[in-house]
């Protein structure tokens, strides 16, 4: 390890020890460095030092840099790096680039006395940032657990209103038997703000699908078939039809293969996802008398039907919070906005909201209300690292609606994702090793 003192950044960049560092610190009474280098790479300390307007650092103003960390792989000095900091307004902000060229092109970047250069090795290995204190992190989960603002539930609300005016006045509808309503984050009340799109499921309930408990099988004769007009083919054209009519074509995208979306205007309606279902039920015996009861939709592609079950979600999900002190849905929407940053800025690949929901429903109580709001996080992410940790608790974790494991083939996401999203929380939030 080396350690070496300069004066300041001119100092330090001259002596060219960026290059030299074997997983060393270096401080100056204006910078820091620490990392790990496997080959020598001269030029490192130029894209630093312009960057930081070499040996002239003075205070940020309000929107420029307060911080700035080189995040690269070994061996590769430059590749990105990440703005990050407070501007003397208090604001916090990041930002990420490819190459510092692309931040140096654009001229106005100046460097805070506090700043902190950083390379950072593989991925497995564990690297030290800039640690943020508890009061600054008390303060970002206090923005990161709030719901969507009463502007944006307002939003919300007309959204919904817009989608069920559009269906119930269609006359294609007319003798059918359609329910309505709003599921996921929206009416769970696990959504976060500036991100408040709405789900809404347009039922038919003339006709019924059903299915089996696994390891259940049925008596005859089986339940009578549907002899209406409707196929999953049809209901989605005639759902199709109506929202074109309501919202305008250019307003309705219907490239994805479950649901139909309804494109947002800004400051009147978020966007709304539709989805054209049918009414579903499973049965857990075989004499069709226990059942549970669910909504199921078919794909595009011809892919198998999808069953969800967004009524237990609810139910489940309140209890949970009731239980809780109201932290489960806190904390939902505190891993949410983790996974909104960290998505945004690079360091893990996009993932469904709903998985954020998935992971924290399968907390203990306990766990989640113990100590103040900084605490239970912390207690939070330590117990999801441990059940995602362990193959054994893996193949228990559940969804809310506790129909489905959490980990199966068919899933958007993997236990491999859970544990990044774990793992990158842990350290923005600088909960230390």
């Not at 259940?216 to 074109?244: F, K, M, N, S």
Request: hydrophobic letters at 35%; proline letters at 5%.
């Amino acid at each position: 390890m080396r350690v070496g003192r300069w004066g300041g950044i001119g100092e330090f960049l001259t002596a060219g020890a960026l290059a030299d560092a074997r997983r060393g610190m270096f401080r100056a009474s204006c910078m820091r460095v620490s990392g790990r280098c496997v080959r020598s790479a001269p030029d490192a300390g130029k894209c630093v030092g312009e960057l930081l307007e070499e040996g002239r650092p003075f205070a940020a103003k309000p929107g420029q840099p307060a911080a700035v960390e080189v995040a690269t792989t070994v061996g590769e000095v430059g590749e990105a790096v990440v703005l990050r900091g407070q501007t003397p307004n208090s604001r916090s902000w990041r930002r990420r680039c490819r190459c510092p060229r692309e931040i140096l092109s654009a001229g106005n970047f100046s460097a805070h006395r506090s700043v902190g250069v950083h390379r950072y090795c593989h991925l497995d290995e564990r690297w030290g940032s800039v640690g943020m204190s508890a009061s600054d992190r008390a303060e970002l989960l206090s923005r990161w657990i709030k719901p969507s603002s009463d502007n944006e539930q307002l939003q919300q609300a007309r959204a919904e209103d817009m989608v069920r005016k559009a269906i119930t006045t269609c006359a294609a509808f007319d003798g059918s038997n359609v329910l309505v309503y709003t599921k996921g984050s929206y009416p769970n009340n696990t959504n976060v703000r500036r991100d408040s799109d709405v789900d809404v499921a347009v039922e038919l309930q003339d006709c019924l699908y059903y299915g089996y408990k696994p390891g259940v099988t049925g008596v005859e004769p089986p339940l009578p078939p549907y002899q209406g007009q409707w196929t999953p083919e049809t209901w989605r054209e005639a759902v199709v039809d109506a929202l074109i009519a309501a919202f305008g074509k250019g307003s309705v995208d219907t490239s994805g293969k479950i649901a139909i979306n309804i494109n947002a205007v800004e400051g009147s309606r978020p966007s709304a996802d539709v989805v054209p279902s049918f009414d579903y039920c499973r049965y857990d015996d075989p004499d069709r008398t226990i059942r549970k009861e669910g909504s199921c939709v078919f794909p595009t592609d011809g892919g198998d039907k999808v069953v969800n079950w967004p009524q237990q979600q609810l139910e489940n999900g309140r209890n949970l919070n009731t239980e809780t002190d109201h932290r489960y849905k806190k904390y939902v929407r505190a891993l949410k906005n983790a996974e909104n940053f960290l998505a945004a800025e690079g360091t893990i690949d996009e993932l469904p909201s709903y998985f954020m929901e998935c992971l924290v429903f399968n907390v203990t109580a306990s766990t989640l209300k113990s100590g103040d709001l900084d605490d239970g996080f912390r207690a939070t992410l330590v117990e999801l690292w441990q059940l995602l940790e362990s193959e054994e608790n893996e193949r228990k974790m559940v969804e809310p609606n506790w129909m489905k494991w959490l980990f199966t083939s068919d899933k958007k996401w993997s236990v491999e994702d859970g544990k990044d999203l774990i793992l990158e929380t842990w350290r923005h939030l600088g909960y230390g090793n």
